[in-house]
């Protein structure tokens, strides 16, 4: 991290766990532990859980985020969430292309882009997820995918709205399998990230953007991880199931 010139930020991403009455019980249980935090502390879950969320987190240092918003203002989309829904509820932040929702719904990095400026456009803080297969690592292709990932998503977004932009580099093969990326890869691919927004915005700007890693980040491996300049925090899934793990991981991040 550097934290002279970006803020870091750990977010839970919560998929799809947690009832509502659960969701406030861990929420609950999640206040004390992190109320020390020297980072942004968020939780991002699911649709139905974010009223109970709020009203737990009210008073707190904890913001809630969604994991999903669609990219139309309203419209006949059955079944899907628009950005001013969630901004009414009081959301900050949504998780946007997700590998799973690339992997399983059919996210693209065209409609990637489109929900970044939605959620952009409603005044929400979007963490945009990129990152590779294994495959395309070991055919080589990591940071041509990455860059390119990050430049799609990010496109037509403006300098200005990037200060509210947050970027994941979450390798597939890492996501909820427990194998993590060494500290070094997961500098090397948030590096690749960076350099990319520098192509487009400038190396300043660039600077300036936090990106978080993701992949099986945990209580043991966060200080290392966070340790690394270009980490600035990180995304967290089964670990943020458990109010001390994600704690812990906050600790990590608030040195
Ligand atoms: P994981 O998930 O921490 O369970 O690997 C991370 C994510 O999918 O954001």
């Known amino acids: 991290m550097n934290k ?20 406030k019980v861990l ?8 109320a020390d935090a020297d980072c942004e502390v968020v939780l991002c879950v699911p649709f139905v859980d974010i009223p109970a969320a709020i009203e737990v987190a009210k008073g707190s240092n904890i913001k809630i985020g969604a994991e999903n918003v669609h990219f139309k203002a309203s419209g006949a989309y059955t079944g899907e969430i628009a950005a001013d829904m969630l901004k009414e509820l009081g959301v900050e932040y949504v998780v946007i292309g997700h590998s799973e929702r690339r992997q ?51 496109t037509n977004v403006t300098a200005e709205q990037l200060k509210d932009v947050v970027v994941a580099y979450e390798p597939v093969w890492a996501i909820g399998t427990g194998v993590t990326a060494t500290a070094e890869q997961a500098d090397e691919g948030n590096g690749y990230c960076r350099a990319a927004i520098a192509e487009v915005y400038g190396t300043d700007v660039a600077e300036t953007v ?29 670990a943020s199931l ?5 704690s812990i991981i906050v600790k990590a991040a608030s040195k």
Request: proline share 3%; charged share 25%; with cysteine.
């Open 4 to 23: 002279a010139l970006r803020k870091a930020v750990i977010a839970g991403n919560w998929k799809m766990n947690k009832t509502p009455a659960e969701a």
């Open 27 to 34: 929420i609950e249980e999640m206040k004390p532990l992190v």
């Open 104 to 154: 399983y719904f059919g996210e693209t990095d065209q409609t990637v882009n489109l929900r970044t400026l939605a959620a952009l456009g409603a005044g929400l803080k979007p963490i945009v997820c990129v990152g590779e297969t294994l495959e395309q690592r070991e055919l080589g292709y990591t940071e041509t995918l990455l860059k390119f990932q990050t430049k799609m998503a990010l």
């Open 210 to 238: 936090t990106i978080q890693y993701g992949g099986s980040m945990n209580a043991k491996n966060a200080d290392e991880l966070v340790s690394k300049v270009n980490v600035d925090g990180g995304l967290i899934g089964g």
């Open 242 to 246: 458990k109010a001390e793990d994600f």
